[in-house]
């Protein structure tokens, strides 16, 4: 059974950091390209960043990027997104997507392009 579960969410400043996580369980993320999502309270979700399975492609969205970094460590079978100088408009519940990947530059960036979600963590940025 494959498994997501993101962590780091919280509570941060305007101008603040945080670094989220999701740990994979079920499947070797090596064969598989990942990104990260958000919704926030009555919208839509949306792409935040992607990342290729061989590491070496990134996508972020406008709105973050410059701000937010995609990463994953395969030995460790785990993906992250730090994220720096956080806006109160980054609120919003952060979901990591996995989907295998034949080619390893691809990057996918549609929603229904996923086979794997996580459960989400909120990230509330206010002061």
């Known amino acids: 059974q494959v498994q997501l579960v993101e962590s780091g969410g919280g509570l941060v400043q305007p101008g603040g950091s945080l670094r989220l996580s999701c740990a994979v369980s079920g499947v070797k993320l090596d064969y598989y390209a990942v990104s990260w999502f958000r919704q926030a309270p009555g919208k839509e979700r949306e792409f935040v960043a992607a990342l290729s399975r061989s590491g070496d492609s990134t996508s972020y969205s406008n709105s973050v990027k410059g701000r937010f970094t995609i990463s994953r460590d395969n030995a460790k079978n785990t993906m992250y997104l730090q994220m720096n100088s956080l806006k109160p408009e980054d609120t919003a519940d952060y979901y990591c997507?996995?989907?295998?990947?034949?080619?390893?530059?691809?990057?996918?960036?549609?929603?229904?392009?996923?086979?794997?979600w996580g459960r989400g963590t909120q990230v509330t940025v206010s002061s």
């Open positions: 997507a996995a989907r295998r990947s034949v080619n390893s530059f691809d990057l996918y960036v549609e929603p229904t392009t996923y086979d794997y």
